[in-house]
């Protein structure tokens, strides 16, 4: 057995309703091949029958422990699990966070263990897709190397951003579940009551700085459940967004920092991606408004040329902006593009 294959994981994993497609994210995690790992399943006030089958597993699944309590959010249910393991006299060496409707390649673990070999890795990125009752997606190309490293502190940034050699790599986003974090980099930290969504985001960015080295997992090991339920709140994922990045680039600690250049980034894109929605469905935002003036007194420095672009375009005012989504074709929304 290898150094790395002796590293125990936590897995965090909060249910909430999810009784249709639980047991197959549960059978996922039975069946992996690295086996030093527990799970911490929190059962967030579900009314289903999530509870119940957590209690079915936990029969033949001794490494499950469960956490019941009442509803608290995702927030919530993720921070009970982060107390519960730093109360366990276990020590564990890695935290992963596991969504509960999702699925996991049988290796997951043993694939996402190995880089943690090298003692200045702090977290490792899967390969993902999404997948819904259809079928899975297909993704770009993985890079020929078994796995990718970002190992200053600009492109560890740039990971999580999508930004230069990392746009459109098949293994980056801005989510949690497709990733296994060093636990004592992570374990004191905590997550916003506040937020009901883009909870991730608003976790991760303000951390990046307190990262080394980050790996990536060139194959597919994650897969990422589309449902109705989550595709009817597809539109509403910019607004959440542009607010959430809005909050983060005023964060006193971000001031004059590569991430809030790369915030900017995600402002003017978020920005651009709202005032396109709301032609198209005639609705006003305020929070669009309000973002638009923040944007607007941005200089280009920093920008991508795209979102160069977009700024000369937005800085010539609504009229002229209007008319130029009028005039333009409509790009097809890519659900992708809202897990990132």
Not at 105 to 130: H, Q, R
Request: with cysteine; net charge positive; glycine share 4%.
């Amino acid at each position: 057995m290898t150094a790395f294959q002796k590293l125990k994981i936590a897995c965090i994993l909060p249910v909430y309703n999810v009784g249709k497609y639980l047991e197959e994210t549960l059978v996922c995690l039975e069946e992996q091949t690295y086996k030093e790992f527990k799970v911490f399943a929190v059962n967030d006030g579900s009314t289903d029958n999530s509870l119940e089958l957590l209690k079915k597993h936990k029969k033949i699944f001794p490494n499950l422990i469960i956490i019941d309590q009442l509803n608290k959010g995702a927030s919530g249910a993720r921070n009970s699990a982060l107390e519960a393991i730093e109360a366990s006299q276990e020590k564990f060496d890695l935290i992963a966070f596991i969504d509960s409707d999702d699925l996991y390649a049988k290796n997951y673990f043993e694939e996402m263990a190995a880089p943690f070999e090298n003692e200045e890795v702090d977290f490792v990125s899967a390969g993902w897709c999404n997948f819904d009752i259809k079928g899975q997606e297909k993704t770009r190309p993985f890079p020929p190397e078994k796995f990718s490293f970002s190992s200053t502190e600009k492109d560890l940034i740039d990971h999580i951003f999508q930004l230069n050699k990392w746009a459109g790599h098949p293994s980056v986003s801005k989510a949690l579940n497709n990733k296994i974090f060093r636990a004592e980099k992570i374990k004191v930290s905590r997550f916003d009551f506040s937020l009901k969504s883009c909870e991730d985001q608003y976790w991760l960015i303000p951390q990046l700085k307190n990262f080394r080295v980050c790996a990536t997992a060139n194959s597919l090991l994650y897969f990422k459940r589309r449902r109705s339920s989550s595709l009817s709140h597809l539109t509403a994922n910019w607004p959440t967004e542009l607010k959430t990045f809005k909050k983060l680039y005023e964060l006193p600690t971000l001031q004059g920092s590569y991430v809030q250049i790369c915030l900017k980034n995600k402002l003017v894109e978020g920005v651009w991606n709202e005032f396109s929605h709301e032609l198209e469905n005639s609705e006003k935002t305020p929070l669009l408004k309000e973002s638009y003036n923040i944007v607007r007194n941005f200089d280009p420095e920093g920008l991508t040329n795209k979102q160069r672009k977009r700024l000369s375009i937005l800085k010539l005012g609504k009229t002229i902006t209007s008319l130029y989504f009028r005039l333009m074709p409509k790009k097809k929304h890519n659900p992708r593009d809202d897990f990132k």
